[in-house]
């Protein structure tokens, strides 16, 4: 036995039917005030979403390369930093071990 298929002659046919009925309650239709708000919120969720997986990629990021601080979304915004140059091969240039240790403080002074 099949399983129940949608198509387009079945939905035309449900809205048919629903439209006949006595009972059915209609939803008005949005004021642009409304559709506006709406679409405001939609871009604010978006934006928000995305905000979040580039915060977590470049926790990711950050820790491959050793870096277990947890960056902050205000940190990042404010954050004058230079970007990392490319390499000739187009790969990130990663500063060597001793580099980090002295530019973070744990490497003794010399």
């Given at each position: ?79 004058a930093?230079?970007?990392?140059e ?20 744990l490497?003794?002074?010399?």
């Open positions: 036995m099949k399983p129940f298929l949608k198509n387009d002659y079945r939905n035309a046919e449900a809205i048919a039917e629903a439209v006949q009925r006595p009972t059915m309650n209609f939803v008005a239709i949005k004021t642009p005030e409304q559709s506006d708000l709406l679409s405001l919120h939609r871009v604010r969720s978006r934006l928000v979403r995305q905000r979040t997986a580039i915060i977590n990629q470049i926790r990711g990021f950050l820790i491959e390369r050793g870096n277990h601080r947890t960056p902050r979304s205000n940190a990042l915004a404010q954050s930093a230079p970007a990392p490319l390499t000739s091969r187009g790969a990130l240039a990663t500063p060597g071990t001793s580099d980090r240790r002295a530019r973070s403080g490497a003794p002074s010399r």
